[in-house]
């Protein structure tokens, strides 16, 4: 039995029954039939269904976003703005994809050859808790846009929203069986992904679910695009406007309570403005509002979960301990919550959980840089990949270092990081691989077939 669990107050929403491995079979089926069909449907037919879909979610995105802060704590303004940004991607692929899988001609000896790209068949989802909906459809909109059909295994604490989305689909007026939800745990995916009619699998969520779900579809040659865990870092240079670069992190790091892969998590500030940085930054940290996130005055709500919490504070102690100084927060409230107040740290160097490792709650670390190559040099010294950012007046100099020097997937010069439809999103090193979103993203399921006619 699969549990749905208020973080606000620790009441049971739902319960959810397992499917069975014989009724998780059955739906994959019924998903690779539905697709032998889908796969010989018009560009123009998807489009129409896409564009259905789209109008679906706005016309939903008051109650999708009270079940994203009933399910797993989100503010209730960022939750109707997460259903707006998986219509404008299904949009985005309703208006796009025919141009992305267009016969690509390539002159060679042949009379005619070129490339085109064919649906591969079911693609598995595992996705996480943080963004239910919107990891969701970055996925889905270009899966479907390029003829695949989909299964999702959702994180078990947002199962409403899973079931949520399978209608969705549904009123939108595809045909059945496209796309489905498995109620299943997380031990169940290994099983799931052996199904011979499962052709690729797509992860979001950490690196060691990564890992694991790599090595099974490895040992079946299964495609696998994998967006992991990040520890992004943000660096602010000497010349930096410190007012505007502290709003901007701020904000970064306190996105859906700091429960982002690509939120801000290490701020690497050159040692002579460091001093006025952390005192603007700690100032903005302090003012946002941690509440009920039904409340639209609420800027953060609760973490995900109380394991979760617990976990994190456990990170911000360890820190501390280990030589980090708490300018702010640091303390779990009371109550049967998931509540973390907005906590700073500073001090912070390698050997500290705060350092090394993903803080994913609303925890700034911020360390000190003696110029511009060192502040790199940190940046660079993890195990992550998948975004950053610089701060600086000269734009010239951000491009430069945002492009050549940070190893990361993406890389932003005076604002902060996020996905964006129209370009490829993804990371590197133990953030994982492969690339969604953009064209990039719609190829990365597909069959990209030579074709030669001599």
């Known amino acids: 039995m699969l549990l749905s669990v208020n973080p606000v107050n620790g009441k049971t929403i739902a319960t959810y029954k397992q499917h069975s491995n014989k009724q998780a079979n059955n739906i994959i089926l019924k998903t690779h039939n539905a697709w032998l069909t889908w796969k010989t449907s018009s560009a123009d037919e998807r489009s129409r269904l896409l564009m259905a879909m789209s109008k679906q979610l706005l016309s939903r995105k008051n109650e999708l976003a009270g079940l994203m802060a009933n399910e797993m704590g989100k503010p209730i303004k960022q939750g109707v703005a997460e259903i707006e940004k998986c219509a404008a991607c299904c949009e985005y692929y309703a208006e796009n994809a025919a141009s992305f899988l267009k016969d690509q001609p390539i002159n060679t000896d042949a009379s005619k050859s070129y490339v085109t790209f064919n649906p591969i068949g079911v693609v598995l989802a595992v996705m996480p808790w943080n963004f239910p909906f919107w990891q969701v459809f970055r996925f889905l909109a270009p899966a479907l846009a390029a003829g695949n059909c989909g299964v999702l295994k959702h994180a078990s604490n947002v199962m409403g929203c899973a079931l949520a989305i399978e209608d969705i689909v549904k009123q939108a007026g595809f045909p059945a069986n496209v796309f489905r939800t498995l109620i299943l745990d997380s031990k169940s995916v290994g099983s799931v992904i052996e199904n011979p009619l499962i052709k690729a699998v797509t992860l979001t969520g950490s690196t060691k679910a990564g890992k694991k779900v790599a090595e099974k579809a490895g040992s079946l040659i299964k495609k696998t695009v994998l967006e992991l865990g990040g520890s992004d870092a ?35 500030v050159v ?146 990081v996020k996905s964006d439809p129209r370009l490829p999103f993804g990371g590197i090193k133990e953030s994982g691989y492969g690339r969604e979103l953009g064209m990039f993203g719609i190829h990365e399921f597909v069959n990209i077939k030579t074709v030669w006619i001599a």
């Open 234 to 268: 943000y660096i602010i240079l000497e010349d930096a406007d410190l007012e505007k670069a502290a709003e901007i992190c701020v904000n970064s790091r306190l996105v859906n309570g700091g429960q982002s892969c690509i939120a801000a998590k290490r701020f690497v």
């Open 271 to 416: 040692k002579s403005v460091e001093k006025e940085f952390t005192r603007l930054f700690v100032e903005k940290m302090a003012a946002k509002v941690m509440g009920d996130p039904l409340d639209e005055a609420t800027y953060i709500g609760p973490q995900a979960r109380v394991d979760l919490r617990d976990e994190l504070h456990q990170q911000v102690e360890l820190s501390v301990t280990r030589g980090a100084k708490c300018l702010l927060g640091g303390k779990v409230p009371n109550g049967k919550n998931a509540f973390y107040p907005p906590t700073v740290l500073s001090h912070v160097k390698k050997g500290m959980p705060a350092y090394d490792d993903e803080l994913f709650g609303p925890v700034a670390a911020i360390i000190s840089a003696k110029d511009e190559a060192d502040a790199i040099r940190i940046a660079n010294d993890s195990i992550f990949g998948l975004g950053g950012a610089v701060f600086t007046a000269d734009n010239k100099r951000g491009e430069r270092i945002a492009a050549t020097r940070l190893e990361a997937g993406s890389c932003f010069v005076n604002g902060l």
